[in-house]
């Protein structure tokens, strides 16, 4: 369960970007958020997943004030949340069942997965992702390089160690891969 109670952002110039925001998310539910440009959609997911800290407001994790924490405290309230940005972020010299698996990561501590090792639990269940999603081919090669593909794989790694119940957020610019991500994740048309 994700709820917002008047989120408000206002940057170090003084523009106002949000203003008293109200969102509930709950388990299962899905929630599209339509904007023009500049209308202040990444800034809301921004300050929902704290990587931005709103001016005013509370983000309710579960009965978690996430506005109310920092650091380390932060970091393990906000591992349910998981998003897709425009831009996947997938590491180009890691093969597709890496990124993939890299989606756990969170979850652990410790030089090695900081040095990019994968625990060997995570890697199986990544694989097991791949092959249920029809893309055991893509786990022999290097991560793919262009558009959607990438926000495929990437959705595929928000997926990696979460329930189905938890809070997703994507900032996708074209609906059409919305939907095909969407699709995806819930296993079923949208």
Do not use: H
């Not at 994790?61 to 906000?78: F, H, N, V």
């Not at 590491?91 to 990124?99: G, T």
């Not at 891969?177 to 819930?186: I, Q």
Request: charged share 25%; glycine share 10%.
């Amino acid at each position: 369960m994700l709820r917002v109670r008047g989120l408000t952002m206002r940057y170090p110039n003084g523009k106002l970007a949000l203003a008293g925001f109200d969102l509930n998310v709950e388990a299962g539910e899905l929630v599209v958020v339509l904007g023009g440009n500049g209308s202040g959609k990444t800034t809301l997911l921004r300050c929902i997943s704290r990587m931005l800290r709103p001016t005013a407001g509370e983000i309710l994790l579960s009965s978690t004030d996430l506005t109310k924490l920092s650091g380390e405290r932060l970091r393990q309230a906000r591992l349910p949340l998981a998003m897709i940005w425009q831009q996947a972020s997938l590491v180009r010299r890691r093969s597709v069942l890496s990124n993939v698996a890299a989606g756990a990561l969170g979850r652990y501590g410790g030089l090695w997965t900081a040095l990019g090792g994968l625990p060997a639990v995570e890697r199986r269940a990544a694989y097991d992702e791949l092959r249920r999603s029809s893309s055991e081919r893509k786990s022999r090669n290097k991560a793919a390089r262009r558009g959607n593909r990438k926000k495929l794989i990437a959705a595929l790694r928000l997926r990696q160690g979460r329930g189905p119940d938890a809070p997703s957020m994507y900032a996708a610019e074209k609906i059409g891969f919305f939907r095909r991500a969407l699709s995806m994740l819930l296993q079923r048309p949208v």
